[in-house]
């Protein structure tokens, strides 16, 4: 609908001691698929900012360049919750089922109970900031709001429902990096030689290549390449169900030893002669009983934390075996595009800098070297010229 005449709008100047310019004008708004024309009205500065009632007005002419262009349409009033279920129904069905259960849950947890009952177009960088304090304790699960609560905006800016930036300016917490926790060799060994089949296997092969662990329980019959020693990442597994990689990178294939070929293919002889044709439908390595693929969670609750207990091993789960494996090729010097591409991580810092956790033998060397020297009465006179230079 287009607008129906020219506006120039009303000011209004407003207040005893601190006086305020009050711009009012109507829009025409989409309320349930029908149009309504409502009287709209917004504070343009005070009167230190405009002394005159022209500059006032000036300011009000620009408020109102969008409501008098012939382009103009009326705006969408839709609430934010109406809108968070068309856009779950057409877009986030599109995405992985991982990727949807988080999304459902932040958005009932934290993003529902801030944002229902308004309009979308009314969610502005001060609204946000009021609400980040609401979103969470972590400052990683407040970006994580926020990065969702940006996948719909782009949204609502594509349909047309919005057409401002609310996350101009908006501060979040500084996030706060932590430690991850990777097993060392020592540790990976203890786990192995612990460990029964076909959990013995499972365990090498998280080590040797550092899959992940829906990618471990994804691994099926045909992607293992018993003449060439190697595994093809080409499915995971995320709540019983299959789904693509994780990213592109994460498509990839990833040379093996002799020894866990030979363990795999033990594996997948005995399925063979227990189940023949019948229980493996999906084609899987790593299945239970009943054909169906191995529940990670269920896996390091039952079997992987126990025999970690039992060994005296601090706890871990099977993203450590992915972590020791990155620490693993930096310690025997592995060129960093090979581990890139066997991790499957397209961020170089990544490899590095989150999954590398080792000292590099030549600060070991240096601080080696430093103890000696401040427990000694005899000086070195190469350190003592640097600290004085």
């Excluded at 001060?126 to 996948?151: D, N």
């Excluded at 612990?194 to 080590?207: N, R």
């Excluded at 010097?333 to 591409?341: E, G, H, N, S």
Aim: hydrophobic share 40%.
């Amino acid at each position: 609908m287009a607008r129906k005449r020219y506006q120039k709008g009303a000011l209004i100047l407003r207040g005893k001691r601190n006086k305020v310019w009050v711009g009012r004008w109507r829009e025409d708004v989409l309320e349930a698929g029908v149009v309504k024309r409502v009287l709209k009205a917004e504070v343009l500065g005070t009167l230190v900012d405009f002394p005159t009632k022209r500059l006032a007005q000036r300011e009000l002419d620009s408020r109102l360049d969008r409501v008098n262009s012939r382009s103009y349409r009326p705006s969408n009033n839709i609430k934010f919750e109406e809108f968070a279920e068309k856009w779950k129904a057409t877009v986030l069905v599109q995405h992985k089922p991982s990727t949807q259960h988080s999304v459902k849950s932040h958005l009932k947890n934290q993003l529902l109970p801030t944002l229902t009952g308004i309009s979308v177009k009314d969610i502005t960088t001060e609204l946000l900031q009021s609400c980040v304090g609401t979103w969470g304790t972590s400052p990683k699960t407040v970006q994580t709001v926020k990065l969702i609560l940006q996948m719909m905006w782009n949204a609502a800016k594509s349909w047309g429902i919005v057409t401002h930036n609310p996350f101009d300016g908006l501060r979040l917490p500084r996030p706060v990096k932590t430690e991850r926790r990777s097993f060392t060799l020592q540790e990976v060994k203890q786990i192995i030689e612990a460990a029964q089949e076909p959990y013995k296997t499972f365990y090498t092969l998280a080590a040797e290549t550092g899959m992940r662990a829906g990618e471990l329980c994804g691994l099926r019959v045909c992607d293992v390449d018993f003449q060439h020693c190697v595994v093809q990442v080409r499915q995971t597994i995320w709540g019983g169900r299959v789904q693509t990689p994780k990213t592109d990178r994460a498509t990839r294939t990833i040379a093996i030893s002799s020894n866990v070929a030979k363990g795999l293919r033990g594996l997948i002889e005995e399925q063979m002669g227990l189940q023949g044709n019948r229980g493996n439908t999906m084609q899987l390595v790593f299945q239970d009983r009943n054909g169906l693929p191995w529940n990670a969670n269920n896996l390091v609750t039952r079997q992987l934390q126990p025999l970690l207990r039992s060994l005296g091993i601090a706890p871990g789960g099977l993203h450590a075996f992915r972590h020791a494996s990155a620490t693993l090729m930096d310690g025997a010097d592995v060129a960093l595009k090979i581990r890139q591409d066997r991790l499957g991580h397209s961020d170089p810092a990544l490899t590095i800098g989150t999954y590398t956790h080792k000292i590099a033998a030549e600060e070991r060397r240096f601080v080696e070297d430093l103890g000696q020297i401040l427990n000694s009465n005899v000086p070195n006179l190469a350190v003592s010229e640097a600290a004085t230079a």
